[in-house]
Structures are given as structure tokens and as C-alpha cells.
């Protein structure tokens, strides 16, 4: 091809955090141009945006439905080739679907969708359409997980008998949604960013498969803790015995001093354990995909926990 691949961006603001990193690393290697974008939901900041970075104001949309409505009837040698989709995690089907069904290709954030369902149907379009969309799972190209991967190819770790990854974060262990937070309001609402929250979004989905995502409520040292437990995102294998752990991640708020922790656990068919900081406890809980338990301070499950308690 003898041109620059012609991107558009959907979400991206200019008080965004991974937009501008898209804009960036899609600048790095000088084949692609950015020519549009329906940058934000603030009011006036996707036009903000589309003068910080001197587009043309014609193709600087309020919208995304705008966007690919308007694009897609644009003369082929104008029109995008693809767009970057960086909204919070519940505008990432919408903007998808349509920008295939308007003939883009697409680049997504993680996570793909809000449920396998609306992943399907993406993968569906793309079947039909031979389109590519492509997911960002960043972590992947980082040196150390390359490094990884190849220890585990050549054989130098042996067989695998289990992977466990921490990803120790601290920005969230303060009340940030309360002031107003832009990343941080989403990102703790599960309407928002997705079942899984906050773990979902940074730790579970840029693990390596299977490694299960989880979140598990209770008490610690009388104090109340609270959060809601889901099952696993990937099921136990059939099969699978009691002592076949799939790592899950667990995430807990001390309600009181407001703090929050993060720990690593490991969940089987039929059991979780849990471990904090300088305890160990292990609490039985049934295997239930439809489920959400909330374990009591010593261990009990004490019911389904569907919402968060604050
Ligand atoms: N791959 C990674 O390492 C990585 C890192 C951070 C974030 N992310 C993902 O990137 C996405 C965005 O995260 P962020 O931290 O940049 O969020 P953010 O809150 O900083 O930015 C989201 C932007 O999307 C805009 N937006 C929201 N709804 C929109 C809509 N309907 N149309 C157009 N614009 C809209 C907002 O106004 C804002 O500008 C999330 O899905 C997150 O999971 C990935």
C-alpha cells in the first residue's frame, strides 16, 4: 500500500488515559494517520480534542453513530480504514459492531465485549465480513512475558502445573470515585467496566488463559469486609478434582478505614481458599456459575451477594 492507513478514534478525550497512548503508538512507525474521531462524552471535549490535534473539524463527530454513518458514505480514498475503540469497557460492543457493519476494521480495548453473547456476535461479523478486529491485550508483547513464553516453549520450566500472576496496583486504595475521578468512576462501577470490576478489568483480563477471574466477600480480623464473589470466568474442567486449583483474584474493602485490598487465591471445584496478608483461612464454598456468595468473618458463606453492600 502506498499511503498511510487512515484511522478514526472512539473515545480518546483529551483527559483520557489510553487514548492517547493509542495516538502514540499508532504514530511510532509513520503508516498511520489519525483523520477522525468521536473523542468523548464530555460536552465540547471531542471537539477540544479534535483541534489539540488539528483534524479537520468536519470529521470531528459528536458521536460515534455520527461518525461511522458519515464515514462510510465518504469517497474510498477518504473515508478510515479503521478505528481505535478506547471508551470504558460498556462502549466497546456498540462501537465495534458497528464500525464492522460500516466496513472498518476495528482495534478494541480490552475487554472485547460485556458477555460471550455479544462476543460471538462480533466474531460473527468478522467471519462474515473477513474484516479484522483486533484486541489489545498489551501485556503480551511486554519483554518479560515474551521471556516467559519462551522458557515455557523450549521447556526450560518443565511441565506446567499451575501459573500464578500478581499485579500489585495501588491507585484505586483510596475513595478516588468519590471525587469525581473520571477512570476511577467507571472502573468501580460494574454497570460500567463490567462484572468483574476493577480486577476484571486490569488483572484477570490480561492474564493468560485460563486463569479464572473471581472476587470473594468476607470479614477480616472483625473488621467488615465486604465484596461480591463470582464463580470463576472460566469454568472448572470436567472432572477436575478438589485439589485442581484455578487461580482466581480477589478483591476486598475494608469498610471501615475505606481501604482496599488485593490478594491472590485459588479456587477449586468445590473449595476457595483464601489467604490475606498474614492469615490464612479457607472457606467452603459450592461451585455455582449463576452465583454470587458473600463469605462472613468466619468463612460461612451468609448469602448471595448480587450487589455491592456500601
Ligand atoms: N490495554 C491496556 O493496558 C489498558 C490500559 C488502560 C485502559 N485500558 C482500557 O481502555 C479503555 C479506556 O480506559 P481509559 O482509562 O482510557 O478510560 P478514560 O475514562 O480515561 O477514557 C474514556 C474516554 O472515552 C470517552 N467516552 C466514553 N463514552 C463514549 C462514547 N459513547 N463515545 C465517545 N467517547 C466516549 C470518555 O469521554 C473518555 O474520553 C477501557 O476499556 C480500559 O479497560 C486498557
Redesign the pocket.
Known amino acids: 500500500m502506498k499511503r498511510k492507513l487512515r484511522m478514526g478514534m ?4 483529551l ?5 492517547p ?1 493509542h495516538r502514540k503508538a499508532a504514530g511510532i512507525d509513520g503508516e498511520i494517520e489519525l483523520v477522525c474521531g ?5 460536552p465540547g ?2 471537539k477540544q480534542t479534535g483541534e489539540a490535534l488539528y483534524l479537520n473539524p468536519k470529521r470531528v463527530y459528536e ?2 453513530q455520527e461518525m461511522f454513518e458519515i464515514e462510510k458514505n465518504m469517497p474510498p480514498d477518504q473515508r478510515i480504514d479503521f478505528v481505535s475503540v ?4 460498556h ?2 460492543f456498540g ?1 465495534s459492531k458497528m464500525a464492522l457493519e460500516s466496513g472498518f476494521h476495528v482495534i478494541v ?3 472485547i465485549a460485556f458477555s460471550v453473547e455479544e462476543a460471538k456476535t462480533l466474531q460473527k461479523i468478522v467471519a462474515k465480513t473477513g474484516l479484522i478486529l483486533g484486541l ?4 503480551t508483547g511486554y519483554p518479560l512475558v515474551k521471556e516467559a513464553r519462551n522458557m515455557v516453549a523450549t521447556g526450560k520450566l518443565g511441565k506446567i502445573r499451575k501459573v500464578f500472576v500478581e499485579y500489585p496496583q495501588g491507585w484505586l486504595s483510596t475513595l478516588l470515585e468519590g471525587t469525581g475521578n ?2 476511577a468512576s ?1 472502573r468501580t462501577d460494574p454497570k460500567q467496566s463490567g462484572m468483574g470490576g476493577a480486577i476484571g ?1 486490569k488483572l484477570g ?2 492474564k493468560p488463559a485460563p486463569i479464572a477471574v473471581g472476587m470473594i466477600g468476607g470479614a477480616l480480623a472483625g473488621k467488615a469486609l465486604w465484596d461480591m464473589v463470582f464463580p470463576p470466568a472460566v469454568p472448572p474442567e470436567p472432572g477436575n478434582g478438589p485439589d485442581d486449583d484455578i487461580p482466581v483474584e480477589v478483591f476486598l474493602r475494608d469498610q471501615q478505614c475505606g481501604t482496599r485490598l488485593q490478594t491472590a487465591h485459588s479456587q477449586s471445584v468445590y473449595r476457595v481458599g483464601y489467604r490475606f496478608k498474614d492469615e490464612e483461612r479457607v472457606a467452603e464454598l459450592p461451585y455455582d456459575p449463576g452465583e454470587a456468595l458473600l463469605v462472613g468473618a468466619g468463612g460461612e458463606i451468609t448469602g448471595p451477594a448480587r450487589k455491592r453492600l456500601d
Open positions: 472512539v473515545g480518546g478525550g483527559t483520557s488515559f489510553i487514548g497512548v468521536a473523542f468523548s462524552v464530555v471535549e471531542s458521536t460515534y478506547v471508551t470504558p469497557n462502549v466497546h462501537p480495548e480490552k475487554p489489545t491485550h498489551t501485556y473520571m477512570q467507571w478489568d483480563k490480561h
